[in-house]
């Protein structure tokens, strides 16, 4: 009896190890073919993301290579455009400078100088924006007397402010020298003073201050314009960023003129701010390290 009992329990055991061996392999089996699964899930999700890797690749290759090909078209259209334009600008001027001011020529002249400075402008702000998008701007950096600059700032736009019987009044220090790029600070000042004119009433004023601080040297330009709302001051430095205030005398805009001159004044390790109250007129300030201090 004991025997088979035994037996019995052999069998059981034996019949047990079976059917456990049976499932341990069913399971082996089924554990091999889940991880072939998602082994192979894997291997095409990372031909996949190669696929996506390469052609993202090339797709920014080809968005270098149309971004290089609309600079240097760019470059060449401002080329061709502002050597005509340039001597356009000095023969008006020269014919200003020596008709007399009662005839109606100096005043043809005057508008003609004052259209071809407004285009000059609008063409360098086009270039330059595209220029600093690029990236591939250096500075030419060197002494500046910002105080210097500001004087022929205000002599250039001193024929579009007479139009629109404008006065601007300007206030330099001495010796306010920075270290930066001559054009490019030109241009800032340059910005800042023809929108002042551009947004500025008819005979209204408009103040350009050059000083010194501790560290810095400040450029003020200040008008008795329009004004700026809550939602201008905000976007105010955003490309393309147009304001709610239009130009008094009808002058075009590309909306890139700020946003240029903040970039600028940040390659210069500046800052630029403004003030403004709608119907109290605008006031930006520009604060460049002094030189020896950047």
Request: charged share 25%; hydrophobic share 40%; aromatic share 4%.
């Amino acid at each position: 009896m004991n025997y088979l009992n035994i037996s019995l329990e052999i069998v059981t055991i034996a019949l047990a190890l079976i059917v456990f061996h049976f499932y341990r392999r069913r399971a082996r089996k089924d554990l091999q073919n889940k991880f072939s699964e998602q082994t192979k899930a894997l291997v095409d999700a990372k031909d996949k993301a190669e696929k996506a890797h390469a052609e993202a690749i090339m797709e920014h290759k080809n968005l270098i290579s149309v971004n290089q090909s609309k600079t240097d078209l760019l470059n060449i259209l401002a080329h061709d455009l502002k050597s005509p334009m340039i001597s356009i600008k000095m023969l008006s001027k020269m014919i200003i400078e020596e008709a007399d001011n009662k005839s109606p020529v100096a005043d043809y002249a005057a508008d003609i100088f004052s259209t071809v400075q407004r285009v000059h402008n609008l063409v360098d702000e086009i270039l330059d924006s595209s220029i600093i998008e690029s990236g591939v701007l250096i500075l030419d950096k060197k002494s500046v007397d910002i105080g210097k600059l500001a004087e022929l700032v205000v002599l250039d736009n001193s024929i579009a402010a007479e139009q629109k019987d404008q006065k601007i009044i300007l206030k330099t220090e001495d010796e306010c020298v920075v270290n930066g790029d001559e054009s490019r600070l030109r241009m800032v000042i340059d910005n800042l003073v023809t929108n002042a004119i551009k947004y500025s009433h008819l005979g209204g004023g408009i103040w350009v201050t050059v000083r010194k601080t501790i560290k810095n040297i400040e450029i003020n330009v200040k008008d008795e314009g329009l004004g700026l709302s809550q939602v201008d001051l905000e976007n105010i430095f955003k490309k393309f960023q147009r304001l709610s205030a239009q130009p008094t005398g009808g002058e075009p805009s590309t909306g890139l003129g700020l946003s240029i001159v903040k970039q600028l004044v940040e390659m210069h390790n500046g800052t630029v701010t403004v003030k403004s109250e709608l119907g109290k007129g605008s006031e930006f300030t520009v604060s460049i390290p002094r030189k020896g201090n950047s």
